[in-house]
Nanobody, 123 residues
Framework: QVQLVESGGGLVQAGGSLRLSCAASGRTFRMYTMGWFRQAPGKEREFVAAIRSSGGITHYADSVKGRFTISRDNAKNTVYLQMNSLQPEDTAVYYC????????????????WGQGTQVTVSS
């Protein structure tokens, strides 16, 4: 079983930046694909970004491409989400998750989830 703990959320003005972190338990972190999702009030959870186990392959939702960057440090069992040029529509609870596959954009493919961290972007 994998435990995930997100941090780094907060309140930021439009145009600002935040860096989210997700610390994972377990010795096999380097074997997982990791993903970030977000869920705004009244909306379904949506895919944000994913990164393969080696870190060499990433993919992003169109809505964040060019503004967000996912990365990982396998030595620290941590995945990051650097978020720049934040907009009010980015306001949501952000979750990291483990995928034993290749990094699907479907939340149903992910096996373990963190508790989430709130990101609020004011206009």
């Amino acid at each position: 079983q994998v435990q995930l703990v997100e941090s780094g959320g907060g309140l930021v003005q439009a145009g600002g930046s935040l860096r989210l972190s997700c610390a994972a338990s377990g010795r096999t972190f380097r074997m997982y694909t990791m993903g970030w999702f977000r869920q705004a009030p009244g909306k379904e959870r949506e895919f944000v970004a994913a990164i393969r186990s080696s870190g060499g392959i990433t993919h992003y939702a169109d809505s964040v491409k060019g503004r967000f960057t996912i990365s990982r440090d396998n030595a620290k069992n941590t995945v990051y989400l650097q978020m720049n040029s934040l907009q009010p529509e980015d306001t949501a609870v952000y979750y990291c998750a483990v995928d034993y596959g290749l990094g699907s954009s479907s939340a149903y493919e992910y096996d373990y989830w963190g508790q989430g961290t709130q990101v609020t972007v004011s206009s």
